[in-house]
């Protein structure tokens, strides 16, 4: 359940915005859990270590917007 607003969660796919010195990355395609009412996401530890991985990965080529697909790293 949403902790906002108690609503439903489904089962989506989201893009994720980082934001690290001054760059920007963009993550497509991240699996998580989307509130049906308020639209408010979630993902689970899996998901958010695997963001992590990504981040650490791309973090020493950033460049000022970098676009990932979720499902294209390896981690
Ligand atoms: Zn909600």
Redesign the pocket.
């Known amino acids: 359940m949403?902790v906002?607003?108690k609503?439903d969660l489904k089962e989506s796919r989201t893009i994720h915005t980082v934001n690290i010195n001054d760059c920007i990355i963009i993550i497509k395609n991240v699996p998580c859990m989307e509130?049906s009412?308020?639209g408010?996401v979630y993902f689970n530890d899996d998901v958010l270590e695997k963001i992590e991985d990504i981040i650490a990965q791309v973090k020493n080529v950033l460049s000022e917007i970098t676009v990932i697909d979720y499902n294209k790293q390896v981690a």
Do not use: H
Request: hydrophobic share 10%; charged share 10%.
């Open positions: 949403c906002f607003c609503g509130c009412q308020c408010e």
